[in-house]
């Protein structure tokens, strides 16, 4: 049975969402960008700010303040990507899946993404060494400060060890429970934590190979291409580097 909104629910809605952070949300998108299963792309929603913002603001609000989803909205059309430098692609590992959800949804969770990225971790930051999904950061400068630690190292002729660790699979194979954990744990509001966690529950991947469609539900993870994707992974995999709290332990994200 869904829950009842209730006054904080629709407090929170209220603050998150405004008529200019959907605006904005929606005209952050390229406006060609492909659709999910319900055919809408930017450009659509871009030329008519105007008269579906207000009535997106509504929809919005309601869906975080009850946290109720559409289920159209969590269900996903699946492509599959070849990993470039591969010598074969005969394994299903070979592929990336890229989740293609509604941008009604990714227009939802851009708005919701900017409020944990500004109001949550503005107030409790991700680890300092934490290069993925930052601004200001990446693959780059986690190698750079890589660099500069042996480039040191030789410079007082002693040894520079280095241990890479790669996660695969990461997005995939995240739990939902670990998601919500993390957020609870850094003060987010429960309104907020409700709806992410209806949002990762109960989704529906569709794929299609040669005129052949096939849909299953998603047990776990998060969706490659979903918007919130990169900020949930980053706190859960923030316990790694609080864990391993020495100043040459970073992370980084090559996708």
Not at 23 to 29: C, G, K, L, T, V
Not at 144 to 167: R, S, T, W
Not at 186 to 212: F, H, K, P, Y
């Amino acid at each position: 049975m869904d829950r009842l909104a209730l006054r904080e629910d629709w407090s929170c809605a209220k603050s998150v969402f405004s008529y200019q952070k959907v605006a904005w949300a929606i005209r952050s998108f390229q406006p060609y960008k492909s659709p999910g299963v319900d055919g809408i792309i930017p450009a659509m929603l871009q030329e008519s700010v105007d008269l579906v913002v207000p009535k997106l603001l509504s929809l919005f609000r309601t869906s975080l303040a009850t946290g109720v989803i559409p289920s159209a909205w969590k269900t996903s059309r699946v492509i599959f990507i070849p990993k470039p430098g591969r010598t074969s692609y005969d394994r299903a590992k070979d592929y990336r899946p890229i989740s293609l959800t509604s941008f009604l949804l990714k227009t939802m969770e851009k708005v919701i993404d900017r409020h944990v990225r500004v109001n949550v971790l503005g107030n409790c930051p991700l680890h300092t060494n934490q290069h993925a999904y930052q601004q200001g950061k990446s693959c780059e400068t986690a190698l750079h400060n890589l660099v500069g630690i042996i480039e040191q190292a030789i410079a007082c002729k002693e040894i520079a060890l280095a241990v890479f660790l790669d996660i695969e699979g990461a997005f995939d194979n995240t739990s939902t429970g670990s998601i919500v954990s993390k957020l609870v744990s850094r003060n987010t509001e429960e309104t907020i934590v409700r709806w992410v966690n209806n949002m990762l529950s109960d989704r529906r991947v569709q794929a299609s190979l040669c005129g052949v469609m096939k849909e299953v539900k998603a047990q776990k993870g998060c969706p490659q291409g979903g918007v919130l994707s990169p900020s949930l992974w980053n706190l859960v995999v923030d316990d790694l580097l609080v864990t391993q709290s020495e100043e040459s332990t970073w992370t980084h994200a090559w996708d």
